[in-house]
């Protein structure tokens, strides 16, 4: 089913259709046809098991407890009813004939009922009051003679002479709801017109408008005949998802649902509003199947969609009003949706013979309420010009074969594509665009495994992205996909920027300007090179001097340049400040000028804090090596080296004591060593 273009669902007998629901993705009117077909096929089989297991242990039908109406009945209403009907019916507004009718019936009832009495032979005949016969239940009463029961009591038995009602007021609301009918379906078959002065084929006036409701996402006006529907389109995010509970312990949402209120307001009546009813949520399931085919796909649109259908008004096919009004809707929001669709629901007077006709088939186009109830048929269809997106077909009688559905389908399609013409007319038309007011998601891929820096430890990262920056909503996926949710486009590039650089793959050997220092640490600081990512610049990497405490030279908010120089295994960052800094030129006076020569940091202790300290410095050896050596070991080359020492008097400012260094020739060659001094030697 999942990668079925049609979902469909059929109920039937060995010969005939009673009832279709189904959804397909533009399907056309043959293709749905030809599955009907197949469907069809299979219900006469097992209709054949049924008749099969019927014929071995089945029992007669109780047709005798079916109880009928009298036939005098229908002849009795005909007769007292018949000429006003043919004249209300004629009524083309949906309330004013509705009154009429009221009254009519409650005519009929008060004369065929206990409400009044009337004899069979004539209806101009009196009839006996309810006060006559009250008064003669009092008169004779039959006493029981002596002996026959115990004295002083006394048995009355009534002897009633009111003649019984003769119909029910159930039995003459039936046969007055069916001789009503006969005579509208009489009205369309032999004259062609409608109640409301329609051919069969005709689509009553249709008008909409969009933007009805300035402060919404969306929202359509969509008017039919005597039938409204006011759509509202609300855009969110994931987390506005309709949730779904089921049975298999799996989390299940919805990112696009319809929901469809019918408020008894909408046809002239008062009553409690509760939960959805049964009709509501069938109704508005129809219209969500209808137009979910014709959405963008999640990843070209990130939203989450709503839509409210609220009918205002009903005289017939309300549920494909909720269709026309939501695609509306829909466009006014800016959902870039494939293409339009509409609705339409289609009658059938089935058996025309009794009524006059040629005994073909009249299918009607956009029902009335009237016509739903007194006809064979309601099929609702959906689509646009070319194919079907959702259909729903209830029969009223034994059911209808596939030549008759295929004439109502290719009826229903000239009509949808009369309804898309009338929405094209649109005034003012859909905006197609985002409202402002619509939040606005952006949609990032990062690496997956960066997908927890985003987060963070509990998901204080990304709390502290969302308060810092404003935005409603940060989701993430486990495939790096990573949606914004925010109300302005501001915080939106904000907290874009700072996902950008947690989730940024560095590069060493980049530089970085004008960087923050966000906190500084007894071996250096950290600067921060991107919004959100920050990295570790190393005391010995702040200058090129030495630097006893970085808070000496650089305080909290300080910005920097740095280049990164090193990424360790768990991807932190080491930078360096130094590596930008300009050479410093050396002073020929200055021994560490000379090539030749290695400068050794004096051992002793500067006597005045701030002094000087003390080099020494030896011959460099050609093609040797640098590494640290231990200072007692060469403890005896001190002496070696301090005539050298004081001959120079080399005073300097260079780097304090911190290293002692040893160079070894290369190729076997003899070590030359050389160390500092103690004492200033």
Same mark, same amino acid.
């Given at each position: ?103 009519? %019936? ?103 408008? $969009? ?214 007319? $649109? ?88 960087? %923050? ?165």
């Amino acid at each position: 089913m999942e990668g079925s273009t049609l979902d469909l669902f059929l109920a039937g007998t060995d010969n005939a259709i009673l009832m279709i629901e189904g959804y397909c993705d533009f399907l056309p009117e043959e293709k749905l046809l030809e599955a009907v077909q197949v469907g069809q096929g299979a219900v006469r089989q097992i209709c054949s098991a049924v008749k099969a297991l019927v014929t071995k242990c089945g029992k007669p039908k109780m047709l005798d407890a079916i109880r009928l109406p009298p036939p005098e009945l229908y002849r009795l209403v005909e007769k007292i009813a018949g000429d006003e009907l043919h004249n209300v019916l004629q009524i083309k507004s949906k309330i004013p004939r509705r009154k009429a009718i009221s009254l009519l %019936e409650e005519k009929v009832i008060n004369r065929l009922t206990d409400k009044g009495y009337i004899s069979i032979e004539g209806l101009s005949g009196s009839g006996e009051t309810i006060l006559d016969l009250i008064d003669e239940e009092d008169e004779d009463e039959e006493i029981v003679v002596d002996g026959e029961v115990d004295e002083g009591d006394v048995h009355i038995k009534p002897v009633s002479r009111k003649s019984t009602p003769l119909f029910t007021e159930v039995d003459v609301k039936l046969v007055f709801k069916e001789v009503s009918s006969k005579i509208l379906r009489r009205r369309i078959v032999e004259g062609g017109k409608r109640s409301d002065g329609r051919s069969p084929e005709d689509i009553r006036p249709i008008t909409s408008s $969009c933007g009805l409701l300035p402060r919404a996402h969306g929202s359509a006006l969509f008017t039919r005949g005597e039938t409204q529907s006011l759509a509202v389109v609300t855009l969110g995010d994931k987390q506005m998802a309709q949730k779904l509970d089921n049975l298999a312990n799996v989390e299940e949402f919805k990112r696009f649902y319809l929901q469809y209120s019918f408020p008894p307001s909408s046809v002239g009546e008062v009553g409690r509003m509760g939960a959805p009813s049964r009709r509501e949520i069938g109704h508005g399931t129809l219209a969500e199947r209808a137009l979910e085919p014709i959405l963008p796909t999640e990843d070209a649109f990130p939203y989450t969609i709503r839509v409210e259908s609220t009918i205002t008004e009903s005289n017939g096919s309300s549920s494909m009003a909720s269709v026309c009004g939501g695609c509306l809707a829909l466009q006014d929001a800016g959902v870039p949706l494939k293409c339009s669709i509409a609705g339409i629901a289609m009658g059938l007077v089935l058996d025309t013979h009794e009524f006059g006709g040629d005994g073909t088939p009249l299918i009607l186009s956009d029902i009335t309420g009237a016509e739903d109830a007194s006809g064979d048929m309601d099929f609702k269809v959906a689509g646009n010009e070319d194919g079907i997106t959702a259909f729903q077909m209830d029969i009223k009688v034994e059911g209808i074969t596939l030549p008759v559905m295929r004439e109502a389908l290719l009826q229903a399609r000239d009509g949808r594509r009369r309804i898309l013409a009338e929405m094209m007319k $649109c005034s003012p038309p859909p905006a197609k665009s985002l409202s402002k007011y619509a939040p606005l998601i952006h949609i990032m891929k990062v690496a997956p495994e960066k997908v927890n820096m985003i987060i963070g430890s509990g998901g204080k990262k990304v709390k502290s992205i969302i308060e810092e920056t404003g935005v409603e909503a940060i989701d993430t996926q486990d495939d790096g996909i990573v949606k914004i949710t925010a109300k302005d486009l501001s915080s939106l590039e904000k907290s874009k920027s700072i996902i950008s650089s947690l989730t940024m793959v560095p590069t060493v050997g980049d530089i970085y300007r004008n960087c %923050e220092i966000k906190s500084i640490v007894p071996y250096g600081v950290f600067v921060e090179i991107v919004p959100g990512r920050e990295g570790l610049c190393h005391i010995s990497e702040l200058t090129s001097d030495w630097l006893a405490k970085a808070e000496d030279a650089f305080k909290v908010g300080d910005r920097v340049d740095v280049k990164l120089i090193e990424v360790n295994d768990k991807g932190q960052l080491r930078l360096s400040r130094r590596a930008l800094l300009p050479v410093p030129e050396t002073s020929p006076e200055d021994p560490s000028s000379n090539p030749d020569v290695v400068v050794i940091a004096d051992s002793g202790k500067a006597s005045d804090e701030g002094a000087p300290q003390k080099y020494v410095s030896v011959p460099k050896a050609e093609g040797l090596a640098e590494e640290k050596i231990d200072r007692a070991k060469v403890k005896s080359s001190a002496t070696k080296v301090a005539s050298s020492s004081k001959s120079n008097s080399a005073e300097t400012t260079l780097l304090p004591r911190k290293k002692v260094f040893k160079r070894v020739k290369k190729s076997g060659s003899k070590a030359v060593t050389g160390v500092s001094s103690n004492d200033g030697e």
